[in-house]
């Protein structure tokens, strides 16, 4: 029954709303873009220590493995598990870390949890029978599920943990690939995986002044817990109790670190340039007995094509088995568009009712600002003015409650950053706030070139270098082969699926490509595998006839979506994915390497 008594919504203004938007932009855009933030090296390299696991001394490996993966996260894991399910029992996985996990070995602040619900989120569900605790898992038991991994496939045994690659050629002469670390390392490898992922390399906000700090300081991915008190399971940060705390940044590692902290802190500064979208993430335990009746055989499968469907694929599942923010968002956009008048399905219309649809999405966040935060004018500058899609999206019950914490107090700079760090604290609009400990939510290098964040280039045929290769752009088949590196496989999403909703997703599905490829390379005796260049050339050619970039517009606020708003250059134009979207790349995929012809690759 409908409540006639119930006010009608106000019209959005679309063209306010649009000004609002670019005066917000305008404030926060640089000229110097990715160059505000600064490496870490040199004096700033302690920033870059594992608190969480001594290094072991070891003797250098100068011996002969059938693949090396260089990552020991989700992909590395992935891949690796599939090779070994594919009989390639010799695997070695070389990580920086101190295990295996990757983004979430490093990842332990307090709250850290995933943002895609845990059933499609966490790899390997099935094949090692894990339930998840809850919908979105916390970091804790993700590393659990990738150390466990790492024990059920013996992927331990070869590993080399505390350990960084610092060359990468290819023997044409021996077919096999000779791989040099800063451990003094130098073996060689039939075939090659590099999973290095965007989320490792930790970044420092180029503050003037931000190495005569006095206190103590640390960045979120180095959690000192010495220092805090409490653990990654959510232990109360007891030490913290008498003291002045600054986070600054407050994007998704802040936002589940803040009322950790507020809870904890004598006083708690957050410093936010920019506020995050704050969507309702609703995370509850996951019951047993539910989750027996639908795991069943092919269940994680099911679940992660009906979330890509959903969200991302080219139509509507007529089922949404996840329900969170991803897939409302997704169903919201496509209602809008299915309510126009066939007439009025055009290119044109279709992008209107895609807007006023994130439009009335973006209005409902900034109310449950409102709703939630007593103060009106801390409120009001929590509010996010951007498209929900030119950040990445935050789902979290609690942080907007957290600034009702007598304790924790809001710091906006209105677009512009902390002016200077001194000896004693920080300073904001000529205001110098005195604290005992900084801690910088300040995230990883996304926009750097691939060889600065990974430590090393390829070294493929004739002496080409994947950065001479990719001078102009990304040029791949699937996003997994580049021609002219025989035997090495890029395990990520660009070129391929381009799934950025669940990365995972295109991990695990890459890793079972490889493993296909390998063993099929293996029965036959083949020496090499390698992307033809007409076969190369025909899926970039493809991949750039679709409809672009669909992440981070020029309007949007900067960030890492949009190259911190500066013109990313010609080369962007290849960070796309298949152009008939995430479902219809992964049935594509699916049916190419189970045909048996793998078509593209030259297997000599």
């Keep these: 029954m409908t409540d006639v008594t119930a006010e009608p919504k106000p019209a959005i203004d679309k063209k306010a709303l649009l000004a609002k938007y670019i005066a917000e932009r305008d404030k926060r855009l640089r000229a110097d873009g990715n160059g505000q933030y600064l490496e870490l090296k ?4 302690h920033y870059l220590e594992d608190p969480y696991t ?57 709250g850290a949890q995933c943002d895609t619900a845990s059933m499609i989120y966490m790899p390997l569900l099935e094949e090692t ?51 040099s670390t800063n451990r003094g390392d130098r073996f060689t490898a039939d075939y090659l995986g590099m999973g290095t992922g965007p989320l490792h390399v930790p970044k420092l906000p180029g503050i003037p002044g931000i190495e ?36 600054i940044g407050t994007g998704a590692t802040s936002v589940q670190a803040v009322p950790h902290l507020a809870k904890a802190c004598g006083t708690l500064y957050v410093v936010q340039r920019t506020p995050s979208s704050i969507d309702v993430r609703a995370n509850v335990p996951i019951d047993p007995e539910w989750f027996s009746t639908i795991a069943t055989p ?46 009025d399905m055009t290119p044109l219309k279709m992008l209107a009712a895609y807007e006023d649809s994130d439009f009335e999405k973006m209005e409902e966040i900034r109310a449950r600002v409102d709703g939630i935060v007593g103060d009106h004018d801390t409120a009001q500058k929590l509010k996010a003015w951007y498209r929900q899609l030119c950040k990445r999206p935050c789902f979290h019950d609690t942080y907007l409650q ?29 205001k110098e706030y005195e604290v005992d400990c900084i801690i910088y939510a300040s995230g990883f290098e996304v926009g750097t070139e691939l060889k600065r964040r990974a430590g090393f280039d390829l070294t493929g045929r004739h002496g080409l270098k994947l950065s001479e290769a990719w001078a102009e752009g990304m040029r791949t088949k699937h996003g997994l082969h580049v021609h002219g590196f025989p035997n090495a496989f890029i395990v990520q999403p660009t070129q391929g699926a381009n799934l950025i909703s669940n990365v995972p997703h295109n991990l695990t599905d890459s890793g079972l490509t490889i493993a296909t490829i390998v063993k099929h390379a293996e029965t036959v005796g083949a020496k090499t595998v390698e992307v033809s260049k007409a076969a190369q050339d025909a899926w970039v050619e493809l991949l750039i006839s679709g ?9 949007c606020t900067p960030g890492y979506y949009n190259n911190e708003g500066q013109d990313p250059g010609p080369a962007a134009r290849y960070a796309v994915g298949y152009p008939a979207g995430a479902s219809a790349y992964f049935r594509y995929i699916d049916d190419w390497r189970t045909n048996g012809r793998f078509e593209g690759l030259d297997i000599l």
């Design 42 to 45: 040199g004096r700033l390299s």
């Design 54 to 110: 001594p290094r072991v001394e070891r003797d250098p490996k100068t011996d002969h493995v059938k693949f090396a993966f260089i990552g020991g996260g989700f992909a590395g894991l992935v891949t690796g598990a599939r090779l070994k399910e594919a009989g390639i029992s010799d695997v070695r996985i070389i990580e920086k870390g101190g295990d295996f996990g990757g983004t979430w070995y490093w990842n332990r602040y307090p």
């Design 129 to 179: 029978g894990h339930m998840p605790t809850e919908k979105y898992a916390h970091a804790p038991e993700i590393l659990e599920q990738c150390q466990r991994i790492g024990k059920q496939y013996d992927l331990y045994d070869k590993a080399l943990f505390h350990t960084e690659v610092t060359d990468l050629t290819w023997d044409d002469g021996n077919s096999r690939w000779v791989i």
């Design 212 to 247: 005569s700090f006095k206190g103590h300081s640390f960045h979120t991915s180095r959690w000192d817990y010495a220092y805090t008190g409490g653990d990654p399971k959510g232990g109360l940060m007891a030490n913290l109790a008498d003291k002045r705390v600054a986070i």
């Design 298 to 343: 092919g269940w994680q499968r099911r679940w992660l094509e009906n979330f890509t469907a959903n969200q991302a694929g080219g139509s509507m599942a007529e089922e949404d088995l996840v329900q969170d923010g991803w897939t409302d968002l997704s169903r919201r956009i496509r209602s809008k568009i299915m309510q126009l008048p066939p007439q």
């Design 402 to 430: 957290a600034f009702n914490t007598p304790t924790a107090h809001l710091i906006d700079t209105d677009g512009k950053g902390v002016e200077q760090i001194t000896e004693t604290g920080f300073v904001v609009d000529g």
């Design 547 to 555: 409809p672009g970039r669909m992440l981070g517009a020029p309007d």
